[in-house]
């Protein structure tokens, strides 16, 4: 019996330093039943001839969008192409461990569930290992989540049989936090694969470097998410700030 499709969604920007390494992550998968959808979100270098030969493997598509939108609509034009029974996401400087796609698909028909992620490794710009592995909870409740994103965006897999094509914000910051939101409002619970099937890179100057943007940012998700009013929302950042600075910190090993 064919194994479910998993439709890929990768946004990219700029991303000719890392888009090769990213495509081929998907390539030497041992799950190989896959399309990865590909949505340029109005590159300026040369990420969208990298990308060309790519395109004799009929699973990859292509879209180049004119205008630099933001990664949530890139992300969502993705998902609205995508045809599989199985939605995961993959950023276009990360990389996935060669069989991420066929243990989360395992886990997910042997545990009948609708949604998982899993832990992830730590490597800088240049690709070198900062000897760091995130984990989550095993069994992450929607108000853990609410207090910090522990699903890495990298991870993630959710079945589209049951929760219909999820809409992404056009927010340009933490749309992978509220789309994780959504998941657990509706299964109450999530599991993880507990084990590393995919490495995150840190650059200079992205989100996880920028302590004051993450707090503004994170402050806007329960402003504009959640509609809390201004009192409300630095309430719930006290809780995030405590989450982040104490308690997250047991789920960062070093290997």
């Known amino acids: 019996m064919e194994r479910p499709l998993v439709s890929v969604i990768i946004p990219t920007f700029n991303s000719e ?3 090769s390494d990213t495509i081929i992550s998907v390539q030497n998968q041992s799950y190989q039943n896959w399309e990865i959808i590909l949505v340029d979100d109005g590159s300026t270098d040369a990420t969208r001839t990298i990308i060309t030969p790519f395109l004799t493997d009929k699973r990859i598509q292509f879209y180049p969008l004119e205008n630099n939108s933001g990664t949530g609509v890139a ?3 993705g998902v609205s192409k995508a045809i599989g029974k199985y939605i995961a996401f ?3 400087d990360d990389l ?6 066929e243990k989360q698909i395992n886990f997910l028909q042997k545990n009948n569930l ?7 490794d730590c490597i800088d710009e240049q690709g070198n290992s900062l000897n760091k592995r995130v984990e989550a909870p095993r069994n992450l409740s929607y108000t853990q989540l609410f207090f910090c994103n522990y699903v890495g965006n990298l991870t993630g897999i959710y079945d589209v049989d049951f929760f219909g094509k999820i809409a992404i914000s056009t927010i340009r910051k933490r749309q992978d936090w509220m789309h994780w939101l959504t998941i657990l409002k509706k299964i109450k619970t999530a599991k993880p ?6 490495i995150y890179r840190i650059r200079e100057n992205s989100l996880s470097t920028s302590k004051i943007a993450l707090i503004q940012y994170n402050f806007a998700v329960y402003r504009q998410f959640h509609g809390f009013n201004f009192i409300v929302s630095c309430f719930c950042m006290i809780g995030f700030l405590f989450t982040q600075l104490v308690i997250k910190p047991f789920y960062s090993k070093k290997i």
Do not use: G, Q
């Not at 996935?96 to 796609?101: G, I, N, Q, R």
């Not at 609708?114 to 992830?120: A, C, H, L, V, W």
């Not at 694969?193 to 995919?198: F, M, T």
């Open 193 to 198: 694969v507990p084990e590393s099937l995919a």
């Open 90 to 92: 993959l950023d276009a």
């Open 17 to 19: 330093k890392y888009i």
């Open 75 to 77: 992300r969502n034009f």
């Open 114 to 120: 609708p949604f998982t992620f899993s832990f992830y």
């Open 96 to 101: 996935w461990k060669p069989e991420k796609l």
